[in-house]
């Protein structure tokens, strides 16, 4: 089925730990979204890709670093894990910034 | 920066009754405003959407309004079924050297049978 793939769905990191969250669209969408999801505060950017070569800051941009490897795929990596980065992250794209988001089903992390 | 404030938080209704969720922006220059759905432990999922040069758009039992004068829009569920219940999230996109969009936080609907 075409559409956004997430990778993991679940972990647990211990405070320090790195790791990358995978993103991948089949939709060949030129635009590519990172957002975290916690409770009652809606989806807040972390960085956006608005073409494949091109990464910019979203709202909370500190604590992560992003890689567009190609049109395709969007990895977002945590380098040291704080128990504030807890919550669930979703990958998004969309075929130009103005148009509907396709989301992933979403990862959900825990920092202990 | 751009900030969306999205009322109620929480809104339950009967089966079958109308349901308004309200959003406001703050930068005039937002020009895509999409609403989008999102049940538990999915991803959320584009319902409708209306831009700067629409007033208002329907589709079946949904329909979005906007006031680009006082930086309103809404969201309208008519006859609402227990399947509407979800968290909805109202949004607008701005173009910042490439385009950025920043939601509000979110309204749960609890459509009660």
């Known amino acids: 089925n075409a559409g956004v793939t997430q990778t993991p769905k679940f972990q647990v990191l211990k405070t320090g730990q790195s790791m990358t969250l995978q993103c991948a669209q089949d939709?060949?969408?030129?635009?590519m979204y990172w957002y975290r999801q916690d409770p009652g505060m809606g989806l807040r950017l972390i960085y956006y890709?608005?073409?494949?070569?091109?990464?910019d800051k979203g709202e909370v941009p500190n604590g992560y670093n992003v890689s567009r490897l190609n049109k395709r795929e969007f990895s977002l990596r945590l380098e040291s894990a704080a128990p504030s980065q807890t919550s669930v992250y979703f990958c998004?794209?969309?075929?130009?910034?103005?148009?509907?988001?396709?989301f992933g089903s979403g990862t959900r992390l825990t920092v202990v | 920066g751009e900030n969306v404030e999205q009322h109620p938080s929480t809104l339950s209704v009967q089966e079958g009754d109308s349901a308004v969720i309200k959003c406001t922006y703050s930068?005039?220059?937002?020009?895509?405003f999409p609403w989008y759905k999102q049940e538990l432990g999915k991803g959320p999922q584009l319902i409708i959407d209306i831009r700067s040069n629409v007033g208002e758009k329907k589709d079946q039992r949904i329909a979005v309004t906007l006031n680009k004068t006082a930086k309103h829009f809404s969201l309208h569920i008519t006859e609402t079924q227990p399947e509407d219940s979800a968290v909805y999230f109202c949004?607008?996109?701005?173009?910042?050297?490439?385009?950025?969009?920043?939601f509000g936080a979110g309204t749960r609907l609890f459509v009660k049978a």
């Open positions: 930068d005039s220059a937002s020009n895509y």
């Open positions: 949004a607008a996109s701005l173009y910042t050297g490439g385009f950025k969009t920043i």
């Open positions: 890709s608005a073409s494949e070569g091109t990464t």
């Open positions: 939709m060949n969408h030129n635009s």
């Open positions: 998004a794209s969309s075929e130009l910034g103005d148009r509907g988001y396709t």
